[in-house]
């Protein structure tokens, strides 16, 4: 599976972005999708993920602002209300056997694709 993550870029605060992940190969429909950013000297963050028939899960600084989705194409990220605080790198991640009381964990998944850049301005 290949991933390649799309969207980003320079945004003021209070405006939204949509990410993309488009996906190809086989299996992708069947897997765990998330999405994890990495702001300059901090460590990777968990912001959304979604497990086939499952509800989606959210970081707690991103509930009620952005909105993950998926299709068998890819997985989008809606962010809507964005901060100076949501600028980052945005990674889309898959797996395959992602236990519902991990999916927050970047080590849990299998594939990674480049990450986009997400630049809010105050």
């Known amino acids: 599976v290949q991933l390649q993550a799309s969207g980003g870029g320079l945004v003021q605060a209070g405006g939204s972005l949509r990410l993309s992940c488009a996906a190809s190969?086989?299996?992708?429909?069947?897997?765990?999708v998330a999405w994890f950013r990495q702001a300059p000297g901090k460590e990777r963050e968990f912001v959304a993920g979604l497990r086939r028939s499952s509800s989606t899960e959210y970081g707690d600084s991103v509930k009620g602002r952005f909105t993950m989705s998926r299709d068998d194409a890819g997985a989008y990220l809606q962010m809507d209300s964005l901060k100076p605080e949501d600028t980052a790198a945005y990674y889309c991640?898959?797996?395959?056997?992602?236990?519902?009381?991990?999916?927050?964990?970047?080590?849990?998944?299998?594939?990674w694709g480049q990450g986009t850049l997400v630049t809010v301005s105050s």
């Open positions: 190969g086989r299996g992708f429909s069947s897997m765990t």
């Open positions: 991640a898959a797996g395959y056997s992602v236990h519902s009381i991990r999916v927050h964990r970047a080590a849990e998944y299998d594939y």
